[in-house]
């Protein structure tokens, strides 16, 4: 009969010995939230980020907004003379890799961490970051619920209800008589579950009851069996909770398929990484933005030219100004707060409650305009926008164009 | 009686890139003996590779940004270099991963292990060359075919109906090819022994070769084949195939070439059966329709049942 092999009596004793090693390992880091701010080679940022996985586009997106912040502030003198250090760790594109990810940065000794990048992310790592008294900057988490994680938790992304239902609005004002909208999310995530009942109650309420809800799931590829479901009702509207790459192979599908009316999409899709997978077909869609380049305030002005210049010429999407916007919040909060409490040798737990406060008390003139917190963490943005997405006649690139 | 044609077509379209998928896992294991969790990095490469051959431009987050062959080439020709090209990486892979394993009789797990790693380190190697960004193949890339066909009420995109036919037509090649030709029934052989096939003057280590040659092509073929139907969505594009084409595996029995076709057409089915509004759950009725029948038919739907000699 087949048993398991367990080593013999010296090794077992060996493993639990490392086992205990390791646990005692894992209490010490947690004392570390009692031990001095370490300022070797600068004064210390994390950020987590979907670098890899299905959600990499957006994380590429963000690491050219930090590095760029990053870049700025140091060359502006960094945080009272001393460099802005910023370690960037790849949270991969699920829960598990975002828990190791932030779980690294704490023990890291970081005072602050953007990210991670997705929701369904968040809700998984933010709790950690939570019970170590870690303060966090959400970039791109946009579900309902983020910053009421914990008191450590905050975001600099507007949420879905404050942004999506914008979009429905302006395709009313485009087709007042639409009629028959098709709805589509992905059920597995938690962005695209929370951006749906938003969108849905804002068909409601202008009458557009929704004729079909057609559920998809993050990794899907192939919608044929949901575009076909949903083409039989012939809807005149399509609204989307989806991710860039799923979104942006639906779309295309739909419109092979033979669909020709308006198309909504929500945040996921704010990325130009959309362009090169529904090509021609992305011409057309419309969608809410927490950003435009158009912004004509120094801060944006600023923040575009140093974009262009590090990116040939490119207009940078929402994703790298929020981004972007996060290490800025956090670079400022950092300088009053070594202002009134110098950093080198202050207690690190201590040290990051701090910052938490100086983060939610101070009022920010970024990229997206001028933002201020709400005392749970959640960001006061003035502005939002519709933009439709013009593609060149190549189908190779395209742009966001506002509409007023 | 519409709609019953349209969940046919989206039924058998998306089991035929299942089925394609599995072909390649099942010609590994037949003679090897194991999974071949390398095949979805090489499925990956080869949609990148047809995209490349096309004239297509690497985008700007990669080690290659920018590159770009002077003149594009027929979506035909690209797509049949780039399974010969994913053909050279199989077998490079079967170098690296399978071969020195196999030389030191190791075990088959260990084997499993290190193709895992190796296809890892290919999907990672992918994002540092061509960055993290989607690709699509050019829209026309198929002639002057339309983009959609009408058939009897039901609507489906062209280049699912090629996709199906492809597949059909590889099993009817592959099958010959293992039936018919001197290196078909060499290859036999070494499924069934390798020892004793070396005996009767097989070279089985070049056999098994051509075996990784074959599975590497096929994976390029249906890499580029459904990199122009869905995009290639990023380095990654090809990992969620790998886990449904592992279940096809199974369901059609361990190393049977029609039963991999046949599992991934019934798999297709059992996913379009799914109603559109409870599509998000289509893996869960798949995979609990794949469980069923492999308590009924442990062996798989064509799989031969293991007699123990007691």
């Known amino acids: ?68 912040a990053q870049q700025e502030i140091n060359g502006a003198g960094g945080i009272a003379g001393r460099p802005l250090k910023l370690t960037i760790e790849d949270g991969g594109s699920d829960e598990a890799g975002a828990n190791a990810a932030m779980t690294l940065q704490i023990n890291r000794g970081v005072l602050a961490v953007v990210g991670p990048t997705l929701s369904q992310q968040a809700f998984s790592a933010d709790p950690i970051a939570q019970r170590r008294g870690m303060p966090v900057v959400g970039p791109s988490n946009t579900a309902t619920g983020i910053p009421e994680i914990g008191s450590f938790i905050s975001r600099v992304s507007a949420q879905s209800s404050e942004i999506a239902p914008l979009s429905i609005g302006m395709a009313l004002k485009l087709q007042p008589n639409l009629k028959r909208a098709a709805v589509f999310y992905a059920q597995d995530d938690a962005y695209g579950t929370a951006e749906t009942v938003i969108f849905q109650k804002a068909l409601a309420e202008k009458g557009l009851k929704p004729v079909t809800v057609q559920r998809t799931q993050i990794n899907d590829l192939d919608f044929q069996n949901q575009i076909t479901a949903a083409l039989n009702l012939k809807p005149d509207l399509v609204v989307l909770s989806l991710q860039a790459v799923d979104g942006g192979n639906l779309i295309r599908q739909l419109r092979e398929l033979g669909y020709r009316g308006l198309i909504v999409v929500g945040n996921g899709m704010n990325t130009p990484n959309i362009y090169p997978i529904c090509q021609r077909h992305c011409d057309g869609i419309l969608i809410a933005q927490a950003y435009s380049p158009e912004l004509a305030t120094p801060a944006n002005q600023a923040f575009i030219k140093r974009f262009q210049a590090s990116q040939g010429g490119a207009i940078p999407p929402q994703l790298t100004a929020q981004a972007y916007t996060a290490l800025q ?58 933009a439709r997405v013009k593609m060149n006649p190549t189908g190779n690139g395209g742009r966001f164009e506002l509409l007023p | 009686m519409d709609n019953l044609l349209q969940i046919l077509f989206n039924g058998l379209s998306v089991g035929a890139v299942y089925a394609l998928f599995a072909l390649g ?19 990956t490469l080869g949609a990148y590779f047809t995209y490349l051959l096309l004239g297509g431009a690497v985008g700007s987050n ?21 399974g010969l090209g994913c053909a050279l990486v199989s077998v490079g892979l079967e170098a690296v991963a399978f071969g020195p394993l196999r030389r030191r009789q190791a075990e088959p797990l260990l084997s499993l292990i290190t193709s895992l790693g190796a296809g890892v380190v290919l999907v990672n190697l992918i994002q540092i060359l061509m960055g993290a960004e989607g690709y699509a193949l050019p829209a026309g890339s198929l002639g002057q075919l339309p983009v959609t066909l009408e058939l009897g009420g039901a609507r ?34 070494v499924a069934e022994d390798a020892t004793t096939a070396r005996l009767l003057g097989i070279d089985s280590d070049a056999m098994i070769q051509l075996c990784f040659a074959v599975s590497g092509f096929l994976a390029g073929l249906s890499g580029g084949l459904v990199g122009l139907s869905l995009s290639i969505t990023g380095p990654y594009f090809g990992i969620g195939y790998g886990l449904k084409a592992l279940g096809v595996l199974v369901l059609g029995g361990l190393g049977s070439v029609p039963g991999a076709v046949l599992a991934g057409l019934i798999v297709g089915l059992a996913e379009a059966l799914v109603p559109g509004e409870w599509s998000g759950y289509k893996d869960a009725v798949a995979f609990a329709f794949l469980f069923g029948m492999l308590l009924l038919r442990p062996q798989g739907l064509l799989g031969r049942a293991v007699v123990t000699k007691v």
């Open chain 1, 1 to 68: 009969m087949p048993s398991l092999q367990w080593p013999d009596g010296s090794t077992t004793r060996a493993l639990l010995v490392a086992a205990l090693v390791a646990l005692a390992g894992c209490r010490g880091s947690d004392r570390g939230a009692t031990s001095a701010v370490k300022l070797d080679g600068g004064v210390p940022v994390g950020a987590v980020l979907a670098l890899t996985g299905n959600a990499n586009v957006y994380g590429q997106d963000q690491k050219v907004g930090l590095n760029l």
């Open chain 1, 329 to 386: 919040v956090i670079a400022e909060a950092l300088q009053r707060l070594e202002k009134r409490q110098p950093l080198a040798g202050a207690d690190l737990g201590q040290t990051r409650r701090s910052l938490m406060q100086e983060i939610l008390g101070g009022t920010y003139q970024t990229p997206l305009g001028e933002i201020r917190f709400t005392p749970e963490g959640e960001v006061i943005q003035k502005q939002f926008y519709v």
């Open chain 2, 25 to 43: 896992y099942t010609l590994v294991f037949s003679v090897l003996g194991v999974i071949n969790f390398a095949h979805g990095a090489v499925f």
């Open chain 2, 62 to 82: 990669g080690l290659l940004a920018g590159a770009q062959l002077p003149e594009g080439l027929p979506f035909w020709v690209a797509l049949v270099l780039a």
């Open chain 2, 156 to 189: 489906v995109r062209t280049i699912q109906v090629v996709l199906m036919l492809v597949s059909a037509l590889v099993l009817v090649l592959l099958t010959l090819w293992l039936e018919r030709s001197r290196g078909g029934k060499a290859l036999q052989a």
